[in-house]
């Protein structure tokens, strides 16, 4: 059977829970309540387990925090022996205005520390979902920015994005990257 890991970035701990840079926590919590799945705390994460037409499908939520998240997808990649070109990480981006998201085959981590902590344990080559929050921050205020809280009318903003990411999950299961790409980045813009 097909197996793929799904890693939503974001931090452990109350009071994270609807911060900027928990918008990958955010995209899992949403496509696990549209599949009616539980997760469990587990080694190195919080993990949900699905199938979508026979592809067996891992979610993750590392608990390692931010900086350290490659622990978690490397030693999940391994203990199921799921292939990289079968990951899929979201991660929260400042370069894309909130609302907008990039889905990407592979690349640079950007600046984000969660996506290169992951590229120093298993390299560039994994796709990931980046889902915009926006830059609205003065000089020097990025780690505000990013661990400050969404205001209702942000969440309201972002919404459909986070729905559409729940789709571009089972795009990435059912069609892979080039197909999935093709079909929502143009949706993504802003």
């Avoid at 203990?79 to 894309?96: F, M, P, T, W, Y």
């Avoid at 969660?114 to 980046?130: E, N, S, T, V």
Wanted: with cysteine; glycine share 12%.
């Amino acid at each position: 059977m097909d197996k793929y890991l799904i890693c939503g970035l974001g931090n452990p701990g109350d009071e994270y829970a609807g911060t900027r840079h928990n918008t990958g926590f955010m995209v899992l919590d949403a496509f696990a309540k549209a599949s009616n799945i539980c997760f469990e705390d587990k080694r190195y994460g919080f993990v949900a387990e699905t199938s979508i037409k026979g592809r067996k499908v891992f979610l993750l939520k590392p608990t390692t925090f931010m900086n350290l998240s490659g622990n978690a997808v490397r030693y999940w990649l391994n203990k199921e022996n799921i292939d990289e070109s079968r990951l899929l990480v979201v991660s929260d981006d400042v370069a894309l205005p909130l609302g907008a998201f990039r889905l990407k085959g592979s690349g640079s981590n950007g600046g984000h520390n969660g996506l290169g902590h992951i590229q120093q344990m298993i390299g560039p080559d994994y796709a990931r979902l980046r889902m915009g929050v926006g830059n609205d921050y003065p000089r020097g205020g990025q780690i505000d920015w990013v661990l400050g809280h969404y205001s209702e009318d942000e969440k309201k903003e972002l919404q459909p994005a986070i729905d559409t990411a729940v789709d571009i999950i089972k795009s990435f299961v059912l069609a892979g990257i080039d197909i999935t790409m093709n079909q929502y980045n143009k949706l993504g813009k802003k």
